[in-house]
Structure formats: structure tokens, C-alpha cells
């Protein structure tokens, strides 16, 4: 039971360490700037470095920024999982 507790635990918090640097990827992503400092909005936009990530429409750069918090709700199931079953393998539940 502790074992699974401590796997758990260690799970959770090296997703909890991926949150933020999730969040500033996804936000640099879904608003890049080119180098006059203009907005980059569509993959061809003159001026936009290639690598990036540029979005042509407002609901696909809204949905891209959910991405974290659906991460971080994944890490609190994970959490309920792991504390449940170790609690109902030992019993209490």
C-alpha cells in the first residue's frame, strides 16, 4: 500500500512540475510574434518563423490554451485513482 502511495505521490508531482512549463509552451505557441511584432495568424504569414505554431482562428488558439488545465485535471484523477485503490487495498474503503 505505501508503495503505491509513494508511486502516486511522485507521479503527481513531477506532472504538477510539468504544468507550468506546459502552460508558457502552449500560451508561446498559440500567440507568436514575428519580428516587426505583429501577430502571427496563419502558417505562411510573411515575416513568421517556421517552427512555430501559428493558429488561423480565435476558437483554435482558446482550445490549444485548454490543453494545461486538462492536464492538470488528468493529474487530479490520477491522484483520486492512486489514493483510492491503495486505500480499498488495505481495506478502508
Known amino acids: 500500500m505505501i508503495e503505491q502511495l509513494i508511486g502516486g505521490f511522485i507521479a503527481i508531482l513531477i506532472g504538477v ?3 507550468g512549463p506546459l502552460s ?10 514575428n519580428s516587426t511584432g505583429t501577430t ?5 504569414q510573411a515575416g ?7 493558429l488561423v482562428s480565435s476558437w483554435g488558439t482558446t482550445v ?7 492536464f492538470a485535471l488528468g493529474l487530479l484523477g ?3 485513482a492512486v489514493t483510492y485503490s491503495s486505500l ?3 481495506g478502508v474503503v
Request: charged share 10%; aromatic share 6%; with cysteine.
Open 17 to 19: 512540475s510539468l504544468v
Open 24 to 33: 508558457v509552451t502552449v500560451n508561446t505557441a498559440a500567440t507568436s510574434v
Open 40 to 44: 502571427c495568424t496563419a502558417v505562411t
Open 48 to 54: 513568421c518563423e517556421n517552427s512555430a505554431l501559428y
Open 64 to 70: 490549444l490554451k485548454m490543453v494545461p488545465g486538462f
Open 78 to 80: 490520477v491522484g483520486i
Open 88 to 90: 480499498r487495498e488495505a
